[in-house]
């Protein structure tokens, strides 16, 4: 059964993600991997074809934004859109330069709207905080995010799987990313218990986070039937 394996974190370019995967000891081709950047990437081209796009984040984000057939650029002049998503280095005069070209009409798109990232040292400030940031001198919120909990990165797998989305299942640990992404998609979901949320956190979500079904780990894919 083909995999896409979907991931929020926008800097790291698909091939670091696939080689990562690999270390854990998973078989996993670049080809499989997913990131928002490219959600967002994908979204852009479909509205904006061709377009010069400000890339504000890591590695990742211009990268997908070359694979869709668009033009990044770290500067504000002339872009038609703004592509904002997760980098370690995001300096002040890059949410600058993202301000100055929201203000002046680009289509403004998120990769992502998670507040917080986790790292060896603890919790940093996720991309949600720098969207957070260009918000508050723009005075209004994103035209698009695309990944988790939105539908768009969902979406775009069931595309490159090649089926309708509502024959993928979205597999995760959290509610409300994972669980409501996929249900959001209209996707059947999976919330596996080997991570962040419990049987009790899915008995008291919101409908539009309870799972279509619950495993104790990865091994329960083998018995279930949706």
Do not use: F
């Not at 990232?117 to 996720?126: E, F, L, N, Q, V």
């Not at 597999?171 to 596996?192: C, F, K």
């Amino acid at each position: 059964m083909p995999i896409i394996y979907a991931t929020n974190n926008a800097a790291r370019p698909p091939a670091v993600v696939a080689a990562h995967l690999r270390e854990l000891g998973l078989d996993v081709d670049e080809d499989q991997v997913l990131t928002s950047a490219q959600a967002g990437a994908a979204a852009i081209a479909a509205k904006l074809p061709g377009a010069r796009v400000l890339a504000v984040g890591g590695e990742g984000v211009g990268l997908a934004l070359a694979e869709a057939g668009l033009e990044p650029t770290r500067s504000a002049d002339g872009v038609h859109a703004v592509m904002q998503g997760y980098g370690p280095h995001v300096s002040m005069s890059d949410l600058a330069e993202a301000a100055y070209a929201i203000r002046d009409g680009a289509w403004w798109v998120a990769t992502n709207t998670d507040l917080t990232i986790p790292s060896d040292r603890g919790i940093a400030p996720g991309n949600g905080a720098l969207v957070a940031a260009v918000q508050a001198a723009v005075g209004r919120p994103p035209d698009r995010v695309c990944g988790k909990p939105h539908p768009d990165l969902y979406l775009v797998a069931a595309q490159r799987l090649g089926v309708p989305v509502e024959s993928t299942v979205g597999l995760g640990d959290r509610l409300d990313t994972d669980i409501e992404g996929a249900n959001a998609a209209g996707a059947p979901s999976i919330l596996v218990l080997t991570g962040v949320h419990s049987r009790e956190g899915a008995a008291d979500a919101p409908p539009r986070q309870r799972p279509s079904a619950i495993i104790e780990d990865l091994r329960g894919l083998q018995a279930l039937r949706l």
